[in-house]
């Protein structure tokens, strides 16, 4: 069974800075992690790419959030972070933590809210 487990979403005004942070919990069988990255849904819109990185450390992001976000890992690499700062009032949303397997097979988080607002 395949966990993730995110932390760090909230409330921040426009021009703060947030840090998102996923944990891969797994139990049972064993699991290669291929990509880990971040999602995320604003209302009435679609879910999106905002960056991803891979195990062998190559990052992709989406264009609105290059030099304001940054993903990083854990040396353990099942752990993924995401910096956002310089945040905006269209970076709120619902943040979705991704895993792809080895297999390609993905997993999800449950989502963490961020909301940018005065």
């Known amino acids: 069974q395949v966990r993730l487990v995110e932390s760090g979403g909230g409330l921040v005004q426009p021009g703060g800075s947030l840090r998102l942070s996923c944990a891969v919990s797994?139990?049972?069988?064993?699991?290669?992690?291929?990509?880990m990255g971040w999602y995320r849904q604003a209302p009435g819109k679609g879910r999106e790419l905002v960056a991803r990185i891979t195990t062998d450390g190559l990052t992709n992001y989406a264009d609105s959030v290059k030099g304001r976000f940054t993903i990083s890992r854990a040396n353990a690499k099942d752990t993924v972070y995401l910096d956002m700062n310089s945040l905006k009032s269209e970076d709120t949303a619902v943040y979705y933590c991704?895993?792809?397997?080895?297999?390609?097979?993905?997993?999800w988080g449950q989502g963490t809210q961020v909301t940018v607002s005065t």
């Open positions: 991704n895993c792809k397997s080895a297999t390609y097979t993905d997993y």
């Open positions: 797994v139990s049972g069988s064993l699991f290669s992690i291929n990509a």
